[in-house]
Structure formats: structure tokens, C-alpha cells
């Protein structure tokens, strides 16, 4: 199947209504077809011309993902779209250590391996702004808990803080991937200046692989759009 042959869990491809009408998991009995997806993001993003994509629990699965879509036009008539899905539980596998986790585009936290952490909405996040049913459709929950980040403002040590009511100083790195669709928090102890230039690498190292691996999924990216 299509992929099997691709960095992504599952595609399929809707029409103008957003109703399904194929799927890569067409022969199981989760399969999309027929389904109406015109509610979610991404098939809005695709509807306006623009590439999408959203964090939502699988209508159908009930396996969390990332979404990706793209458009299908035929001179200015849109016909549909094609979409891909990247399953949470796949990126989670990335993450090997402890206050390390990855927030969607509107500040809620999707993956951790703290599972204290998921669901979770940054000091910054825009997800209250979302409408119930919108949260709903996507987490599950319509009210999340704010994950404070208590910073030190040491102008010696940049980025410097610790995480709700837990006293470890930890320090705070970040960098957006796939698209800016995510971005993914380093959170590691820092205790003694020797490990400033530690914390630092190590952040560099999951940011790199997190860069490999998302560079797979962007490179699917563009071999679906030239379906």
C-alpha cells in the first residue's frame, strides 16, 4: 500500500465535501471511506488553497496523529484533497528521556514520555480559544492545565526555569519541526555550570535526530502532492 511505501501511518483522499473516498486502510474495519472530514482543520486548510495540518485523535482508530493534507484542484475548481497521518505513539518513540516533550501548533502538549506532561497548554497557548466541540473533536478534553514554567531570569544562564511545583532547575530548549506543525521542549536538569554546555548538547543531539526523521515525513510530503 501507499503507506507502507511512505513515512505515514495511513492515507487517503477526500472530495469537495470532505467525504472520504479512499483510504489506505480501506480493507480493515477502520476504514475511512465514507466518513466526513470536512469538520477538521486541515481539510479546511486544503479547501482554501493552503497545505493543512492539525494534531486530532483518529475519528476512526482512536490513535492520535499528526495530519497533513494538500489540496487537489483542477484549474480553480477544488475537487479534494489527499491527506497523510503520522501516529503520535511513532514520535513518542523518539523520545528517550525524561522533560522532553512536543507541543502542537496551538500550545498544547501531544507527546511526552512524562505522561504528565500530555495535554497540557503552555504559558502561550491558543488552544483555549478553540471552540468546545473543536477541543473535543481533537483531544478528548475541553479544558487543559496549564503547564507552568517558573523562570529564573538569570541573565548568566539563559532559559533557565523549573516545571509546576518541582524545584529542579532545568534548562529549556526548543526547535520547531515538520513545517512548524511541532515544536519540541528539552527540559534538562541543571544543577552545576559544567552542565550548561551539557544540557546544550544533548539538546543538539535530540534535535537532530528529530531532524532526520522528520525530514522522511517532509520528503512524503512532497511525493504526495505530485500524485
Known amino acids: ?18 467525504i472520504a473516498v479512499a483510504s489506505s486502510n480501506a480493507e480493515t474495519s477502520y476504514s475511512l471511506v465514507g466518513d466526513n472530514y470536512s469538520d477538521r482543520q486541515y481539510f479546511r486548510d486544503a479547501r482554501a488553497g493552503r497545505t493543512g495540518q492539525q494534531f486530532a485523535i483518529g475519528r476512526r482508530t482512536g490513535v492520535s496523529g499528526l495530519y497533513f493534507s494538500f489540496p487537489v484542484f483542477d484549474g480553480d475548481k477544488f475537487l479534494g484533497a489527499a491527506i497523510i497521518k503520522w501516529d503520535i505513539p511513532h514520535l513518542s518513540a523518539l523520545i528517550s528521556v525524561d522533560n522532553v516533550f512536543i507541543v502542537d501548533e496551538v500550545g498544547v502538549t501531544i507527546a511526552a514520555r512524562n505522561k504528565d506532561l500530555i495535554f497540557r497548554a503552555m504559558p502561550n497557548a491558543t488552544a483555549s480559544d478553540l471552540p468546545t466541540q473543536e477541543k473535543l473533536s481533537r483531544y478528548g478534553i475541553s479544558e487543559f492545565k496549564t503547564l507552568r514554567i517558573n523562570w529564573r531570569n538569570d541573565t548568566h544562564y539563559p532559559g533557565v526555569g523549573s516545571i509546576d511545583e518541582n524545584p529542579q532547575p532545568l534548562i529549556f530548549t526548543a526547535k520547531s519541526i515538520l513545517d512548524d506543525a511541532v515544536t519540541v521542549h528539552v527540559a534538562h536538569p541543571f544543577d552545576r555550570l559544567q552542565e550548561f554546555s551539557g544540557a546544550r548538547i544533548i539538546s543538539f543531539a535530540i534535535f537532530s535526530l528529530l531532524d532526520r526523521k522528520s525530514t522522511r515525513l517532509n520528503s512524503s510530503h512532497t511525493d504526495i502532492s505530485r500524485m
Not at 4 to 16: H, S
Open 1 to 18: 500500500t501507499a503507506a507502507a511505501n511512505l513515512p505515514a501511518d495511513l492515507i487517503w483522499v477526500v472530495d469537495a465535501d470532505g
